[in-house]
Structure formats: C-alpha cells, structure tokens
C-alpha cells in the first residue's frame, strides 16, 4: 500500500476504536440513569433514558456499517482484522446495553406511583452502582488496551450474581410478607434482571478485548453462580 494509503487505512482503524468509545460513554451514561431514576423515583429522567436509547441504536448501525465496509475493503490481517471485528461485537453488547437501561427507565415510570419499599430500593441501587462501575472499568480497559483490567472484570462477574440472588430472596420475602406488594416487586425483579444482564455485556466485552489483543481465548470457565431466577 501506498503512504496515503497506510495512513487513511490506520485513521479508519482509530475512528472505529474512537467511536466505540463515544458509544461507551453513551451507554454508561444511560445505566448510571437508569439506576438514578430508580433510587430517586425520577419520572422525568426515566422518560429521558427511554427516549436516547435510539442514539445508541443509531451508533451501533453505524458503527456495524464501518467495521463492514473497512473488513470488505481493506481485508485486513491478524491484529488488525482481530480490532475491527472488536469493534463490531462490542458495540452489539453497548447497544444490548442501552436498551436493558430503557427497560429499567420503563419499569421506573411504572413504579412511580407504588409503596417506596426503600430498603429494596437501597439493596437494587448498590447492585446497580456495581454493574456500573464493572461496565466502566471494563471500557477504560478498551480505551486503554488494557488486557489485565479487562481479565479482573471477568473474573469479578460472580459478585454480580451474588447480588441478584441476594435481591432475589428480599423480594421474595416482601411478597410473603405482604402480597400487596407483589406487582411493584415484580417490576423490582425484572429491573435486577436487568443489571444482572448488564453485568454479563460487560464481562462478554472483557472476553472480547482479551481475543482482539492476545487472539486468544480465555481458556478458563467464567466465574459465575447459579442465579436463582432466569
């Protein structure tokens, strides 16, 4: 290849990696929302988050329609063929990402109105802020190339998992207990399953960055509990 050529072809390359990110910061934004309009009961902010999770569908497209065209064009090798389609997969989590936050935002609307349940509210709000953080590390892990960073997020899902289940069995008791909660404790089940899923994109996107920098696969069996409800 030309000069001109190598180097139009590695800006393509960086623009895909820089729009990931971008769309990594859109999701991240999305989830810590989603968990805010549920700790605070935050109608307008739920409605919000349902309403941007069509940008991200719109990056995702974009992003897919890039990496496709760079695969057919350029036919690229080895790590850089590893990096666009990197790019591709990830994004599909990203997007899968946004819209469990939406599906949070929805079941936050619909909870507005219902008993606030704050100890529940509390135990959803600390899971949620881990998925978080796991969603974030694991980012800064693709921005950074960092594959030790990304190797701790999968390594951590279980602690997510503990969490559900923790979840799980509270709102069992609240139902037990007083059975007219048991519409607003299912919508809180559903809102946990959520993060649960969203704590599983987040350690698909370490298993990813791992194979786009090593080209391997991580070998060993993600660590991860039987959760309690699918």
Same mark, same amino acid.
């Given at each position: 290849?030309?000069?001109?050529?190598?180097?139009?072809?590695? %800006? %393509?390359?960086?623009?895909?990696?820089?729009?990931?990110?971008?769309?990594?910061?859109?999701? %991240?934004?999305?989830?810590?929302?989603?968990?805010?309009?549920?700790?605070?009961?935050?109608?307008?902010?739920?409605?919000?988050?349902?309403?941007?999770?069509?940008?991200?569908?719109?990056?995702?497209? !974009?992003?897919?329609?890039?990496?496709?065209?760079?695969?057919?064009?350029?036919?690229?090798?080895?790590?850089?063929?590893?990096?666009?389609?990197?790019?591709?997969?990830?994004?599909?989590?990203?997007?899968?990402?946004?819209?469990?936050?939406?599906?949070?935002?929805?079941?936050?609307?619909?909870?507005?109105?219902?008993?606030?349940?704050?100890?529940?509210?509390?135990?959803?709000?600390?899971?949620?802020?881990?998925?978080?953080?796991?969603? +974030?590390?694991?980012?800064?892990?693709?921005?950074?190339?960092?594959?030790?960073? #990304?190797?701790?997020?999968?390594?951590?899902?279980?602690?997510?998992? !503990?969490?559900?289940?923790?979840?799980?069995?509270?709102?069992?008791?609240?139902?037990?207990?007083?059975?007219?909660?048991?519409?607003?404790?299912?919508?809180?089940?559903?809102? #946990? +399953?959520?993060?649960?899923?969203?704590?599983?994109?987040?350690?698909?996107?370490?298993?990813?960055?791992?194979?786009?920098?090593?080209? %391997?696969?991580?070998?060993?069996?993600?660590?991860?509990?039987?959760?309690?409800?699918?």
């Amino acid at each position: 290849m030309t000069e001109h050529t190598v180097k139009s072809y590695g %800006e %393509e390359l960086n623009h895909l990696t820089a729009e990931v990110t971008r769309m990594g910061g859109l999701a %991240e934004a999305q989830v810590a929302d989603a968990i805010e309009c549920i700790s605070r009961r935050d109608a307008t902010l739920a409605q919000a988050v349902v309403g941007r999770d069509e940008r991200l569908d719109t990056l995702q497209t !974009e992003i897919e329609r890039k990496a496709f065209r760079l695969i057919a064009l350029r036919q690229p090798m080895a790590v850089d063929l590893r990096h666009a389609v990197a790019a591709l997969k990830i994004s599909m989590s990203l997007e899968r990402c946004g819209d469990l936050a939406k599906n949070i935002g929805k079941r936050a609307l619909i909870l507005n109105d219902a008993e606030p349940m704050s100890a529940l509210t509390r135990s959803i709000e600390r899971m949620g802020r881990l998925v978080q953080s796991r969603l +974030k590390d694991v980012l800064d892990a693709y921005t950074a190339l960092d594959v030790q960073r #990304a190797i701790n997020v999968w390594s951590s899902d279980e602690e997510v998992d !503990e969490h559900y289940n923790s979840i799980f069995r509270e709102l069992l008791t609240y139902m037990m207990g007083d059975p007219r909660t048991i519409n607003a404790c299912t919508h809180l089940l559903f809102v #946990a +399953k959520n993060l649960e899923r969203i704590g599983d994109h987040a350690t698909n996107i370490a298993e990813i960055i791992h194979f786009e920098l090593t080209g %391997e696969e991580i070998i060993s069996q993600r660590p991860k509990l039987d959760v309690v409800a699918q």
